[in-house]
C-alpha cells in the first residue's frame, strides 16, 4: 500500500498519511496542532487537483457547525466543506457544510410569522429628526445677526 512520507511543520516529526488524506489536514501526535497532508485531493471523477488556495494575508478559516447526530459543536478548516468527516465526541460520520453560494430561499412552512413593521407618527419623526443641543456650544443662528 502506498503512504505519502512527510514531516510536521510544526515539530518536525515523521509521519505518513494514505493517499486518500492527501490534501487533507491530520494531527500530530507529537505537537498536537492540525497540519496539512501534502499532495493534491482526489475530486469525484477519480482526478487529482490542487486544493483551494486562500490569499496569503488570510491565515484561516474555520467553519463551526453543529454534528447531526449529537449536536456537539465542530470546528474544522473551511478547506473541508463539503467533506464528510468523523465527530470527534460521538464518532459518527458527519458532513462539513458547504458555505459557498447563494443562501436557499425559505419555504413558506419554514418561514417564522414577520413581525408588521412599526409607523412612526409625523411628530415622533420630526422630533428624531431635530439636532440634538450640544452642552457648552452656542448654535450659530443665536450669534449671527
Not at 486518500?20 to 496542532?33: I, V
Not at 459518527?92 to 459557498?100: C, H, Q
Not at 409607523?119 to 422630533?127: A, D, G, I, Q, T
Request: aromatic letters at 6%; proline letters at 11%; glycine letters at 8%.
Amino acid at each position: 500500500m502506498d503512504e505519502i512520507h512527510f514531516y510536521c511543520v510544526i515539530c518536525g516529526e515523521s509521519l505518513c498519511a494514505t493517499p486518500e488524506n492527501a490534501g487533507g489536514f491530520c494531527g500530530c501526535p507529537r505537537c498536537l496542532r492540525v497540519i496539512p497532508v501534502p499532495g493534491f485531493p482526489a475530486n469525484s471523477d477519480g482526478g487529482r487537483e490542487a486544493a483551494e488556495a486562500f490569499s496569503p494575508d488570510i491565515l484561516g478559516i474555520e467553519l463551526k457547525f453543529y454534528c447531526g447526530h449529537c449536536t456537539n459543536k465542530v470546528q474544522v478548516d473551511a478547506r473541508r466543506r463539503g467533506q464528510t468527516l468523523e465527530c470527534p465526541v460521538c464518532h459518527e460520520p458527519t458532513k462539513v457544510p458547504d458555505w459557498r453560494g447563494t443562501v436557499p430561499a425559505l419555504r413558506e412552512d419554514d418561514a417564522s410569522p414577520r413581525t408588521p413593521a412599526i409607523r412612526l407618527s409625523s411628530e415622533e419623526r420630526e422630533f428624531l429628526c431635530m439636532p440634538m443641543p450640544v452642552r457648552g456650544v452656542t448654535p450659530v443662528s443665536s450669534v449671527l445677526p
